[in-house]
């Protein structure tokens, strides 16, 4: 069976347990406590040399680490992502643009919800504000001219795009501005097999320490 290596409030977790539920693929859980430092342990670190979660372990042992890696290793031949060239390298372009922009949510989620926030340099805080405006002004004129984000149909790129985007208000960030991107919120939201639980970092009382 598929051992998910997971951390409740991770949404870069989360991405793969909405398509694990998707696809409805049975698999057991290891929880990493990686504010307590577990994804710095040995056996850890030679799941995911980076000692973050999500990670997978296949069947036969094989392991494969970073969530849009993941997605595209469980979604092959599956209607979540493309058989033709470029719709797969649409989705791919997606993918990192995911990782290198809407990363700034991510951070500033992390901080806001965790009391973090304080304890930064208030550039920094600003900065990321900025790279988090940024990337919804971007998502908010690109989704005002299809339907999903890597085209007209539902894929892998709105899941991953979807997990820290549609969690913006938490990091203070004004979602409802960006009217294409809360009509995107929707309509991803309603599709069918949808995993609509996330976790908050209060349920970890290790969550307020910083990462080891
Ligand atoms: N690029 C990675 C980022 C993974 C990541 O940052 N995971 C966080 C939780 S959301 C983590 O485990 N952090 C612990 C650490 O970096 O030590 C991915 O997409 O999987």
Known sequence: MLTLFDYLPSQNAWKVRLLLHHLQLPYRT?????????GRRPDFLAVNPAGAVPALRLDDGRVLAESNAILAYLAQGTRYLPQDGFGLA??????????????????LRHWTMTGKLERRPAELVAMRRAGSLHALRMLDRELATRPFIAGGAYTIADMSVYAYTHRAEEANLPLAEFVHVSAWVARVASQEGFLHQCHPYSIDPFSGRELP
């Open 30 to 38: 290891e929880y990493i406590s990686i504010f307590e430092g577990e």
């Open 90 to 107: 649409k989705v791919m372009q997606w993918l990192s643009f995911e990782q290198d922009y809407v990363g700034a949510i991510a951070t």
